[in-house]
């Protein structure tokens, strides 16, 4: 089935370490999303990429690295310089074809402080 | 920066009335997508609308596209249980790809 994968469901961090959080998609997408979602906040853009190897920062991009170095993988790293990292992360992607085509997303990795 | 306003944020509706959601700009915006979010899932695209005027209906919901292009509103008709979960608003500009979503509306529906 063609979609979007993320991993694992569930991540927990301890104090000053990075996580990598794994976002894979079959779907032939070229551009690809990481959000963070917290209560009552919606949903805010930390990093897209529109082609391999090119990337650019989203809204809250500090404490946080990307890379794209395939077409259908777009890993999250959650560095130790993000002090507040608790929150659900979702990975989108979308076609670049003609006119604005709409995001579609994965269920989301829950990343918690231990 | 571009905000999308949803209110209120929660709505408590009985099973089977119809419900209305309104979503609103002071920006414009060339696009809005309507989506719904269940507990512990990803966003579930409802319903992509282009053009200012549009009406597009996906069984029982149904979108519009307002005609100044600053709001769009969502219906649900005849609701269910299955119908609970948040429901985003989300606006693309012309000038990127890049979606600004509302914090959306969470959906209770009493049996």
């Known amino acids: 089935d063609g979609g979007i994968t993320q991993s694992p469901k569930y991540l927990f961090r301890k104090e000053g370490q990075n996580v990598t959080l794994s976002c894979e998609q079959n779907?032939?997408?070229?551009?690809m999303y990481w959000y963070r979602q917290d209560p009552g906040q919606g949903l805010r853009l930390i990093y897209y990429?529109?082609?391999?190897?090119?990337?650019q920062k989203g809204d809250i991009a500090e404490g946080y690295s990307v890379s794209r170095e395939k077409k259908e993988s777009f890993p999250l790293t959650v560095t130790s310089a993000q002090k507040n990292p608790t929150a659900f992360y979702l990975c989108?992607?979308?076609?670049?074809?003609?006119?604005?085509?709409?995001?579609?997303f994965g269920d989301g990795t829950r990343l918690s402080i231990l | 920066g571009q905000q999308l306003n949803q209110s209120p944020q929660s709505m408590f509706i009985q099973e089977g009335e119809d419900v209305s959601m309104n979503c609103t700009s002071s920006s414009i915006f060339n696009t809005w997508l309507w989506y719904k979010q269940d507990p512990g899932e990803g966003p579930v695209l409802l319903i992509a609308l282009y053009k200012a005027g549009e009406l597009t209906s996906n069984g029982r919901l149904t979108a519009q596209f307002g005609i100044t292009r600053k709001d769009s509103f969502l219906n649900i008709s005849a609701s269910i249980p299955s119908d609970v979960g948040i429901y985003f608003c989300?606006?693309?500009?012309?000038?990127?790809?890049?979606?600004?979503f509302g914090k959306g509306i969470t959906l209770s529906v009493r049996p």
């Open positions: 989108a992607s979308s076609a670049k074809q003609g006119r604005f085509q709409p995001q579609h």
């Open positions: 989300a606006g693309l500009t012309g000038a990127n790809s890049k979606l600004t």
């Open positions: 779907l032939n997408h070229d551009a």
């Open positions: 990429s529109q082609i391999v190897n090119d990337f």
